[in-house]
């Protein structure tokens, strides 16, 4: 009852020569190690490249294709140029056109609310009066 394990044996072959006992002055070779994040990095500028637009009238020409204003185009692209066109503050943006496709959607959302709301923005939410007597105490 157990369980059979197979292990693999590291003894040294008759092929190998193993006779040094004394420190060799030598210099060993060393392979050349290149960090992960040093591969990962240029990765990501390479791809952070591609995902962002090449300038400012690309943006405008895909939010006309789009029947956007260029004022809010322009609006979009100085914004994310500002902040690195990364999302939350850390992530790279992959796809410049998604991210300008939900600018587009909040700020229709935006108009629709100012317009809806427009009386409530007047509104005094203190319910006090205009006409004030200080010399009244409270």
Known sequence: ???????????????????????????????????YNKHKSKH??????????????????HFKEKNRSSREAKKFYNYYESIGWKLNGKNPITNWQAC???????????????????????RDNLHTSKNKNYGEPL
């Open 1 to 35: 009852m157990g369980s059979l394990v197979e292990m693999s044996r590291f003894d040294i072959h008759p092929d190998q020569k193993m006779d040094r006992t004394y420190p060799v002055s030598e210099q060993v070779p060393v392979q050349k190690l290149v960090s």
């Open 44 to 61: 990501i500028i390479n791809s952070f490249i591609n995902t962002c637009p090449k300038n400012e009238q690309v943006v405008i020409d």
């Open 100 to 122: 300008a496709q939900n600018w587009m959607l909040k700020a229709d959302e935006i108009k629709k609310d100012l317009r809806s709301n427009s009386p409530y923005h007047k």
